[in-house]
């Protein structure tokens, strides 16, 4: 006993760190992954693939739950409350970890509150509408939005959602103004889009893409500077008449603050070899995921990348007042 106290006092002394059996011996029961967005929307589809591979590397079930009420902020509020031990684990995108700091006010710090594991992959949006809209071209629907002020929907999903504050964006840049309808989540206003009950949607391509090659909805452009895999035949808004209308809609991966960090380095080696697979590469690709750089899959990468994000939109959103409803 004096012997390990002993070298745990030189360790000490000479900067060591001695990892707890707890963490050497991670996982050692299921995990649970909490997916702060509606079953059925993108975010809970990117997430069933990676953890469907995820399951096989730790050796323990991923158990998903899916928790989309107020903008997701109460599923992000259980990550942060969680014991720092990594059995839960949060899934989200920049809405969730970015856009929310900026909305609503939050009883956890969305830069500091969380352990960065991985970014996981990014989408651009697709402007879709109803399929018996009368505009079949991106300078059509803007010329029939600018004839219908304050007429015309876009479904979101929530206040201060990515589609929201996309739709604003595209409001300012085109002068066009329209009524916002939300939703709990992407899922559900895919379905109301179906069915005709609201005219637009700035979505996520994962989640529109099946949709338009079906021929139930109609795609206008997508958000890039370059056409995705998943439906090349869709210009981009700099080929439609909208140059400089990019958004990306990324996802990354966290846990509790102080979580250790080799059981974040066991939870990151899992997702990057996950995404190095090629049956989960062709997966993303086929719903428009693209994966980052292998620079930006450490946990490094996606804290300086959230940073950056909320560099870049906090300040448009808080000038166009936009709160929680």
């Known amino acids: 006993m004096l012997k390990l106290i002993g070298s745990a006092i030189l360790a000490t002394m000479l900067g060591w760190s001695i990892p707890s059996a707890g963490a050497s011996e991670y996982p050692t029961h299921p995990i649970t992954l ?188 997508v958000t890039a500077k370059k056409r995705i895999e998943a439906g090349s035949d869709i210009p981009t808004v700099d080929e439609a008449g909208l140059p400089g209308f990019h958004v990306s809609v990324w996802h990354g991966l966290w846990v509790p603050k102080s979580t250790p960090r080799p059981i974040v380095d066991k939870l990151n080696a899992s997702v990057v070899e996950a995404l190095a697979d090629p049956a989960v590469q062709k997966k993303l690709a086929e719903i428009g995921q693209e994966i980052p750089s292998r620079q930006l899959q450490t946990p490094e990468g996606l804290r300086a990348y959230q940073k950056a994000e909320a560099d870049k939109w906090w300040p448009m959103i808080r000038a166009a007042g936009v709160r929680a409803q």
């Open 34 to 221: 909490i997916v702060p967005s509606a079953a059925g929307g993108p975010t809970d589809t990117l997430c069933r693939i990676l953890a469907d591979h995820m399951r096989q590397t730790l050796g323990q079930p991923v158990i998903i739950e899916d928790q989309g009420t107020a903008g997701g902020t109460v599923a992000v509020g259980r990550v942060a409350r969680a014991a720092p031990d990594g059995y839960t684990i949060g899934i989200g995108q920049y809405g969730n970890f970015v856009l929310n700091g900026a909305i609503y006010s939050l009883p956890y710090d969305l830069l500091n509150d969380f352990e960065p594991v991985a970014l996981l992959a990014s989408n651009p949006q697709i402007i879709v509408s109803r399929k018996d809209l009368p505009s079949h071209s991106l300078q059509e629907l803007i010329a029939w939005l600018k004839q219908r002020p304050d007429q015309a929907t876009q479904g979101t999903a929530g206040a201060g959602s990515p589609a929201h504050i996309s739709g604003i964006y595209f409001q300012k840049e085109t002068g066009t103004r329209f009524r916002f309808v939300p939703y709990r989540g992407a899922a559900p206003a895919m379905q109301d889009l179906l069915g005709g009950q609201i005219d637009l949607l700035i979505d996520q391509a994962s989640n529109a893409i099946g949709q338009v090659r079906a021929g139930r909805i109609r795609a206008y452009a």
